[in-house]
Nanobody
Framework: QVQLMESGGGLVQAGGSLRLSCAVSGRIGGANDAAWYRQTPGNQRDVVARITIGGGTNYTDSVKGRITISRDKRRSTVYLQMDSLKPEDTAVYYC?????????WGQGTQVTVSS
């Protein structure tokens, strides 16, 4: 069974930084793209950043230049480095991993940016 566990969220002042981690365990197969999403109350879950099995990345426009997605070589952990944080980055952040058996999600970690 595939399990994802996010960590690293918290409260930070505007302009600060956080690094989120997503520990991936279980049988994930090969060719695993991964992504980070975020969601605020009453809104849909939106993609923040994606990383392919080959290391290619893409970002939603609002975070370009401030947020970086990466993963370790064993594909066991996916990271989201967030710098120059803004109050509008406040959300629950979720990681996801694509497997041959479908997309799996973590439970989410809260990020709160105070002004």
């Amino acid at each position: 069974q595939v399990q994802l566990m996010e960590s690293g969220g918290g409260l930070v002042q505007a302009g600060g930084s956080l690094r989120l981690s997503c520990a991936v365990s279980g049988r994930i197969g090969g060719a695993n793209d991964a992504a980070w999403y975020r969601q605020t109350p009453g809104n849909q879950r939106d993609v923040v950043a994606r990383i392919t099995i080959g290391g290619g990345t893409n970002y939603t426009d609002s975070v370009k230049g401030r947020i970086t997605i990466s993963r370790d070589k064993r594909r066991s952990t996916v990271y989201l480095q967030m710098d120059s944080l803004k109050p509008e980055d406040t959300a629950v952040y979720y990681c996801s991993v694509q497997t041959p058996w479908g997309v799996f999600w973590g439970q989410g970690t809260q990020v709160t940016v105070s002004s």
